[in-house]
């Protein structure tokens, strides 16, 4: 099966920030997909890999267009610097959407945080729930003034409902009063870096229901701090998988012919969770509890990496 059956026509591009570029696609081939808030699709690379971004519900986005929002990671692996050097025109291959956050399907109101690129599928949400009348608050967090994407688009949408947070003033986001001042049966919504996550899993952990908590990752890669290689050994066969600077492990098992069960490839489903018998992972994912990342039991080998020079995995 084709993993990418979708061909996209860059339509339009704009530089939404000095980092921060929207493309605007036309489908090429087949059947524009139906979607809602929070679907993502896959782009392949031309390193045949694939990443995922969001799709975006821009106001006055032509009938059957697809939106993307794309961060540029000065340490990217090509992913975002591919996405970046498009132009009208190119064409590329795309997944159908597939959606791992979605809004709630009730009445109940709710309450939005982003931060930096995570706003893509949180604009989506905006605009779902102003169309349904869902009552709903949506924090957006960022560096500085200049560094926001899609605020205009988001004061078409939600001018009332929108906050907006600068980390290098007192805007700054209270995430404990955001959740304070919200309905006591809203559900919550969070897209931004992991460190965001889990301040609002953390903050939201004594007050709202596991079942109205909703996340998803936003991996940056963190300039300066480039990953490392290492090893992987499985404990079934003994075989030894060098995993690249540039690769994930899955990634790096697939290349050695091996099957590997896995889903979101951000660290927040838990599918691809895996036993460590020896070796000290390096957590990324945001499913683990603090206490789980500690024991070093097991990890999320779509986005953990190692700290030790070698992991044996329960494979
Ligand atoms: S595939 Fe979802 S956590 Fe790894």
Known sequence: MDAHPLKLKVRSCAAETPFIRSLVFDVEDGVVPRWQAGAHVRVALPDGGDRPYSL???PGLPGGALALGVLREEASTGGSQFMHALKVGDVVKASAPVNNFHLHENAAPALLFAGGIGITPILSMAA????????????????????LAFLPHLQEICTRELSIHYDSDESRLDIATALG?????????????????????????????TERMHYELFKAEQPG??????????KSSGQIVSVAAGQTIIQAL???????????????CGICQCGVLEGVPDHRDV???????ASNKVMQICVSRAKSARLVLDL
């Open 181 to 209: 001042d919200a309905a006591a049966n809203c559900h919550i919504y969070v897209c931004g870096p992991a460190g965001m996550i889990e301040a609002v899993r953390a903050a939201a952990r004594a007050s709202i229901p």
């Open 287 to 293: 499913i683990l509890s603090d206490d789980e990342k």
């Open 128 to 147: 779902e729930l102003t169309a349904r009348a869902t009552p709903f608050r949506l924090h957006y967090a960022g560096r500085a003034q200049g560094l």
């Open 56 to 58: 975006m519900a821009l």
């Open 225 to 234: 701090s480039p990953d490392r290689p290492f090893e992987v050994e499985l």
């Open 254 to 268: 697939e290349a050695a012919g091996l099957d590997v069960l896995y889903d979101c490839q951000r660290g927040d």
